[in-house]
T-cell receptor, first 116, second 109 residues
């Protein structure tokens, strides 16, 4: 199974600042995603990180607020820009491992962000 | 209406009990279905895929009814370690994956 690491694991930030979250996978994966999980809620897809091209954003999420990079098949970053307390959440990187028969989706351990 | 709906619970059951979780999905374009387990402050982890023919993995049985757009998970002989949130998941084409809000389970000694 794909092993995913994220950095930082948690951070406390001041409003108006930006934070970049890194996601590293131990194998090359085609599909990589960024999710948000707000307290007591389920996961919401922010965007699909496309290697070599612009990310595909879901409704309600825009590139200016959540710029994403994906320079290769094992790495991606998500930036939370101009943060406000409403951005306090857990941000999870996810990949689909196409080596499995069911295209299993795996998640990183998450980055717990608190915005003051 | 949410695309994937689950009873949020919580379900409080004694050890050894059988518990069933239900889930409905509204988008008929959904192709693949899964149950994930999420422990407190941890990332979701795949519990099992769900097939129309039904599938079993030890104490866990999952069932899919495409006509009713209904998914179920049955846990037999509950263990304390089964306490977690169980997420119902539907995936459409292009790996568009929708998560339910989750059902919380507490298994008590």
């Amino acid at each position: 199974s794909a092993v995913i690491s994220q950095k930082p694991s948690r951070d406390i930030c001041q409003r108006g600042t930006s934070l970049t979250i890194q996601c590293q996978v131990d194998s090359q994966v085609t599909m990589m995603f960024w999710y948000r999980q707000q307290p007591g809620q389920s996961l919401t897809l922010i965007a699909t990180a496309n290697q070599g091209s612009e990310a595909t954003y879901e409704s309600g999420f825009v590139i200016d607020k959540f710029p994403i990079s994906r320079p290769n098949l094992t790495f991606s970053t998500l930036t939370v820009s101009n943060m406000s307390p409403e951005d306090s959440s857990i941000y999870l990187c996810s990949v689909v491992d196409s080596r499995t028969s069911t295209d299993t989706q795996y998640f990183g351990p998450g980055t717990r962000l608190t915005v003051l | 209406r949410k695309e994937v709906e689950q009873d949020p619970g919580p379900f409080n059951v004694p050890e050894g009990a059988t518990v069933a979780f239900n889930c409905t999905y509204s988008n008929s374009a959904s192709q693949s279905f899964f149950w994930y387990r999420q422990d407190c402050r941890k990332e979701p982890k795949l519990l099992m895929s769900v097939y129309s023919s039904g599938n079993e993995d030890g104490r866990f049985t999952a069932q899919l009814n495409r006509a009713s757009q209904y998914i179920s998970l049955l846990i037999r002989d509950s263990k304390l370690s089964d306490s977690a949130t169980y997420l119902c998941v539907a995936r459409r084409g292009g790996f568009k994956t929708i998560f339910g809000a989750g059902t919380r389970l507490f298994v008590k000694a």
